[in-house]
T-cell receptor
Framework: AAGVIQSPRHLIKEKRETATLKCYPI?????VYWYQQGPGQDPQFLIS???????DKGSIPDRFSAQQFSDYHSELNMSSLELGDSALYFC?????????????FGPGTRLTVT | SQQGEEDPQALSIQEGENATMNCSYKTSINNLQWYRQNSGRGLVHLIL?????REKHSGRLRVTLDTSKKSSSLLITASRAADTASYFC??????????FGKGTHLIIQP
């Protein structure tokens, strides 16, 4: 069965650069969630989208923005990167809004900021 | 302390023994989930228990939920070396996003 796809899987950027992470949800899933997991930390919810509209917002820095496109894939844009942005970024998808009980996680993108 | 704290933070046991991890949370929940994460890898959903359930089983996993104490436990029976991983509980305190705990790092000694 198709799973959540994230690209790239690994990304190395320098401070003050920008990065774009992509998430392709499971087919027919209309909700996407983004999480950030720092080294040795628990995953932190960043933001979610349902039917291309922002649904909920967590601890997403102002330097980050995200959107969901008409094909339901989502992109997380990160600007003015800081060393502390180095983390594993997970995307999850679900069918329907407020379905925290049915989130399927992708493999994550490991971002390293040097 | 934060929502969804795991206890202990690290646990090392011998293969074949049972491993018990605990999670406490602060707010009311609709459900609580347990996830597993191998080192630096993705999150794998293990089991979900709803607020009106007290115990749930899945293979070698047993999860309990005590809403009066706002706590949950994950028991892995007959542990195997392949069970070595970090285990997180997650609650649905937010409308859409899960709130994860700090995780328990489980090491199974062969």
């Amino acid at each position: 069965a198709a799973g959540v796809i994230q690209s790239p899987r690994h990304l190395i950027k320098e401070k003050r650069e920008t990065a774009t992470l992509k998430c392709y949800p499971i087919p027919r899933h209309d909700t996407v969630y983004w999480y950030q997991q720092g080294p040795g930390q628990d995953p932190q919810f960043l933001i979610s989208f349902y039917e291309k509209m922002q649904s909920d917002k967590g601890s997403i820095p102002d330097r980050f923005s995200a959107q969901q496109f008409s094909d339901y894939h989502s992109e997380l844009n990160m600007s003015s990167l800081e060393l502390g942005d180095s983390a594993l970024y997970f995307c999850a998808s679900s069918l329907g809004e407020n379905r925290v009980d049915e989130q399927y996680f992708g493999p994550g993108t490991r971002l390293t900021v040097t | 302390s934060q929502q969804g704290e795991e206890d202990p933070q690290a646990l090392s046991i011998q293969e074949g023994e049972n491993a018990t991890m605990n999670c406490s949370y602060k707010t009311s929940i609709n459900n609580l989930q347990w996830y597993r994460q191998n080192s630096g890898r993705g999150l794998v959903h293990l089991i979900l228990i709803r607020s009106n359930e007290r115990e749930k089983h899945s293979g070698r996993l047993r999860v309990t939920l005590d809403t009066s104490k706002k706590s949950s436990s994950l028991l892995i029976t007959a542990s195997r070396a392949a069970d070595t991983a970090s285990y997180f509980c997650a609650t649905d305190a937010k409308a859409d996003g899960l709130t994860f705990g700090k995780g328990t790092h489980l090491i199974i000694q062969p």
